[in-house]
């Protein structure tokens, strides 16, 4: 008796998108069928990419000619795209940047997010927004209150600090390992980056800066911490005060190991 062909369905349709997706990871994936799809499956792929994308487990960007698709994990984000273009601007200083400049910060994907990127920096404070004419030029916040030496952004008078960042309300002496481990991942997966700064590990984390220095050294020592340089001549006062001194280097960023 011959075999009876198996049945392609909605479930294995979604089955072979979240493989594709997962194995292209930050690449994203351009189209899930081809000419030589039969239509029945095309359908099923059509309705089984639209549920993925209407729950959020798959993410569309519309970059180039066709859009590009990525499982939620691996998309870019206006968040990643707002770090790029903050560091773009930082390089820059002191030139006043169009919107249209912050495009070449950009990965190609991560283009379609520049207005929402901008947004996002703005609303924080990390970018200002000045008027050129009847046109709109932006400058790195932090350059530009170190350039004036004793403004802030918001315009209040204030001396450069040189104590250490605050860890936030609640600081607490104690040290917890998964506190500080679950801290790190949620910066990395806020920035996109696996380097972190120390600084922010500090505000996240919730720990004393001198206890979260000493755990960081401990756990370098025992091969699951990472130490970075970063930019030294861009970190400000806050920033640097949080950096953990080793043989004579001062580290500004941090990667934690599995």
């Known amino acids: 008796m011959p075999s009876r062909k198996s049945t392609f369905t909605a479930e294995i349709a979604r089955s072979r998108i979240s493989e594709k997706l997962r194995k292209a990871g930050v690449k994203g994936v351009l189209g899930f069928v081809t000419a030589k799809t039969p239509s029945g499956q095309r359908t099923l792929y059509e309705r089984a990419l639209g549920e993925m994308m209407a729950s959020g487990s798959v993410a569309r960007i519309s970059a180039g000619a066709k859009p590009r698709y ?61 008027n050129s004419g009847r046109a709109y030029v932006y400058a790195h916040t932090e350059s530009v209150r170190k350039m004036l030496g004793s403004a802030t952004a918001d315009g209040k008078s204030a001396n450069v600090e040189s104590h250490p960042p605050p860890a936030g309300p609640g600081a607490t002496r104690v040290v917890e390992p998964r506190r500080i481990r679950d801290a790190y991942l949620s910066l ?59 043989r004579d280097q001062q580290y500004l960023l941090v990667r934690l190991e599995n």
Request: proline share 3%; net charge neutral.
């Open 70 to 130: 990525f499982a939620s994990e691996f998309a870019p984000s206006a968040e990643c795209a707002a770090v790029k273009m903050e560091q773009y601007a930082a390089l820059k200083h002191p030139v006043l940047l169009a919107q249209t400049a912050f495009r070449k910060a950009l990965a190609a994907v991560e283009k379609p997010l520049l207005a929402e990127a901008l947004q996002l920096l703005l609303s924080q404070v990390r970018l200002l927004k000045l």
């Open 188 to 246: 990395v997966k806020r920035t996109g980056f696996p380097d972190v700064e120390i600084a922010a590990l500090l505000r996240e984390s919730g720990v004393e800066l001198a206890g979260l220095k000493k755990w960081l050294l401990d756990e370098h020592g025992r091969g699951r911490v990472d130490f970075y340089l970063g930019d030294w001549s861009l970190a400000t006062d806050r920033e640097r005060a949080a950096a953990v001194e080793l």
